[in-house]
């Protein structure tokens, strides 16, 4: 569904990606693991073509987008869930998920909005509301239907439990183990290892915009020095 090979990026000049390669599979949830600065956000940032990066090749079903403007990249299926939210404040939860809408997709799972606030009963009750007038964790899970309302083929989906109460993130994850159900690719970036376990397939840890293991989760939950030597604080 997705290949990275050899990537690198960064800003302004300054290199924040080195050679990274990774893999998600038809149907597979991938996590990506690491410290504050280790390069997620821009990996994520890279694939989608929000920073063109500076070598190596990504692939989409297949299909080489490196550097593919995003808008062209989101018409090819590929979705996106920034850490910022970016919802449009002014206009309801019901007309942000509109902005959202695009036609059903062949081989990928068709979203609509009774099924959204189904997955998100918490969207339900706030319909109406503006964007900017609910919690951050509706804000969260607003901008994740949003994104669904695409129908996309596979997500990248950005450190989604940040900022969140545990009891919304409790709900967040059982709302993306039903996603998962339906078959949607995602690459998940996270540093909350608790929230990875319960829907992850395989993890890649990242250090310093470097690979440095890639492993089972199931495997990585059992493997304390792997954990303590990238992910601990």
Not at 47 to 63: A, D, K, S
Not at 192 to 204: G, S, V
């Amino acid at each position: 569904m997705l290949d990275i090979e050899k990537l690198t990026a960064g800003y302004d000049g300054a290199s924040v990606l080195h050679g990274v390669s990774l893999t998600v599979k038809p149907g597979e949830v991938v996590a990506l693991l690491g410290r504050n600065g280790a390069g997620k956000s821009t990996l994520l940032k890279s694939i989608m073509g929000l920073i063109t990066p500076t070598g190596g090749t990504v692939r989409f079903q297949g299909q080489a987008i490196t550097g593919m403007a995003p808008q062209n990249a989101a018409r090819l299926g590929l979705g996106y869930v920034p850490e910022e939210r970016r919802i449009f404040t002014d206009l309801s939860v019901a007309e942000n998920l509109e902005v959202g809408r695009r036609p059903i997709r062949e081989g990928a799972p068709h979203w609509t909005v009774e099924a959204l606030t189904q997955l998100f009963p918490n969207l339900a009750e706030v319909m109406d509301r503006p964007g900017g007038r609910i919690s951050g964790g509706e804000q969260q899970m607003l901008t994740l239907a949003r994104t669904l309302m695409g129908n996309p083929r596979c997500l990248l989906l950005d450190e989604p439990s940040e900022g969140i109460s545990p009891l919304l993130v409790q709900s967040l994850a059982k709302a993306l183990a039903t996603v998962k159900k339906t078959g949607l690719s995602i690459l998940l970036s996270e540093q909350n290892l608790r929230f990875c376990a319960t829907l992850a397939d395989r993890a890649y840890l990242l250090e310093s915009g470097e690979i440095k293991a890639q492993l089972p989760m199931a495997e990585l939950m059992e493997h304390s020095s792997l954990r303590q030597r990238y992910l601990s604080v």
